[in-house]
């Protein structure tokens, strides 16, 4: 028996590695949730699954200023997301965060915690980059890339392409190849652009390019309740 997903990909540079470490573990679970095969009316909302609970007091290695997965999935897991995204009255199918990293040329880790939102029309990924990469800088290495402000920040939206992976839940080989498009804001972590970025990712199933008004809705609502949003200034 095999299934297939979207995940996201990015293009060249730390944020496309960085994507390369937690890509599998927000594909499988949403593959695993097909496999489950809860549908219709009767569906719950999903709740969020993975990643570090919580910062602080409890051992987390996360930073007082950085999320951890499990809160970017709670931050993007809210009741009016499917109404930010313009389709009302959907239910979330699965939710889920991803503690990542990457390491990067010097053998300095750099964290790269992410949250996921699948419906049944669009999917959504939050992802915080704690990296010294300026947006500013990043956006240069983009084709058609727009740079603008977002929430008084330096952001850039850009298309992008997800990956489809094809794989056997008997074990078989995997597979992968091109997926759907996908549009892509990233915003600087602080006013001042010194690195790093909160990204949100938009793809949707059908394979239509995502609504840049839909982007920036959800970006616009959700980043200001990030851990460590605030502290940036």
């Known amino acids: 028996m095999a299934d297939e997903i979207n995940a996201p990909t990015k293009g060249s540079g730390a944020w496309g590695q960085a994507f390369a470490a937690v890509v599998l573990v927000a594909a499988l679970g949403a593959g695993l949730w097909a496999a489950g095969g809860a549908s219709g009316s009767d569906r719950a909302p999903a709740t969020c699954s993975g990643g570090e609970p919580e910062n602080g007091s409890n051992g987390s290695k996360h930073a007082s200023r950085q999320a951890s997965g499990a809160q970017l999935c709670e931050a993007l897991n809210r009741s009016d997301l499917a109404e930010l995204l313009g389709t009302p009255g959907e239910i979330a199918k ?110 949707r199933e059908d394979g239509r390019v995502p609504d840049d008004a839909a982007v920036l809705r959800v970006a616009e609502t959700i980043l200001p309740t990030v851990p460590g949003w605030g502290a940036g200034g």
């Open 94 to 203: 699965s939710a889920s965060g991803s503690d990542g990293s990457v390491t990067l040329t010097g053998g300095k880790e750099t964290e790269t915690p992410s949250g996921r939102v699948e419906f049944g029309t669009y999917t959504v990924t939050l992802t915080a980059t704690y990296d010294r990469l300026p947006v500013a800088a990043y956006a240069a290495l983009l084709r058609d890339a727009a740079q603008q402000r977002v929430l008084g920040r330096s952001a850039v939206l850009y298309s992008d392409r997800t990956i489809s992976i094809g794989f056997r839940l008997d074990g078989g080989d995997t597979s992968s190849g091109p997926g759907v498009p996908a549009r892509a804001l990233a915003v600087a972590r602080d006013s001042k652009d010194s690195g790093g970025s909160f990204e949100v990712v938009l793809w």
